[in-house]
């Protein structure tokens, strides 16, 4: 675990659905956060995810590029097609999982951010089919950190965020827009 940093980390992941919730979170949160944000939506490679959170807000939006640093106030998202892991303070990008049919894995992410920062590590679920999240979730937990789920009533496609609630511990069960509140109160604006 990384002990320079005293800021917490958070780690989104989404898939069918999520890219809606993932908007209305983000329109809830009004200044950049004292955290740096991971963003991994299950996608293609020539996903702009990037570019469709980018409009209508007025948050620093950046895709992620291997041996990307994540900042405090940036909004970091991982490229369509590819994988996204912390390694020593850096985010590295991979094509390989052998056991995830899901790109970018967000098992993946979870749990190298859960070794990573331990009780520093924040993680939400959205809306998306399947599984993919909740053993990474389930090792957040082990390791201290904090977990939070939109609400499966309130998600396009409820599988991802239920399993997680299932076979997890979530610190609260929301719906997306109080997801991005929740962020706020829990980590505070850059400024603060």
């Given at each position: 675990m990384r002990q320079d940093n005293a800021h917490p980390v958070i780690a989104i992941g989404g898939s069918a659905g999520g890219i809606g919730a993932m908007q209305?979170?983000?329109?809830?949160?009004?200044?950049?956060?004292?955290?740096?944000?991971?963003?991994?939506?299950?996608?293609?490679a020539q996903s702009?995810?990037?570019e469709v959170l980018q409009?209508?807000?007025?948050?620093?939006?950046?895709?992620?590029?291997?041996?990307?640093?994540?900042?405090?106030?940036?909004?970091h998202i991982v490229p369509g097609g590819r994988h996204a892991y912390f390694r020593s303070g850096k985010l590295r990008l991979s094509?390989?999982?052998?056991?995830?049919?899901?790109?970018?894995?967000?098992?993946?992410?979870?749990?190298?951010?859960?070794?990573?920062?331990?009780?520093r590590a924040i993680a939400v679920i959205?809306?998306?089919?399947?599984?993919?999240g909740m053993r990474g979730a389930q090792v957040i937990y082990d390791l201290g950190g904090r977990t939070v789920v939109q609400n499966p009533d309130d998600a396009v496609y409820e599988s991802m965020p239920a399993a997680v609630i299932?076979?997890?511990?979530?610190?609260?069960?929301?719906?997306?827009?109080?997801?991005?509140?929740?962020?706020?109160?829990?980590?505070?604006?850059?400024?603060?």
């Open positions: 209305e979170l983000l329109a809830a949160i009004r200044a950049p956060l004292a955290a740096p944000v991971i963003i991994a939506v299950h996608s293609v702009k995810l990037t409009q209508g807000s007025s948050l620093t939006i950046r895709r992620i590029e291997d041996g990307t640093v994540p900042e405090p106030g940036v909004i094509e390989d999982v052998t056991d995830s049919g899901f790109r970018p894995s967000i098992d993946m992410l979870f749990m190298t951010l859960a070794a990573e920062y331990q009780s959205l809306s998306g089919m399947l599984q993919d299932r076979a997890d511990h979530p610190r609260a069960v929301l719906t997306a827009t109080e997801l991005g509140q929740w962020l706020v109160d829990e980590v505070g604006f850059l400024e603060d």
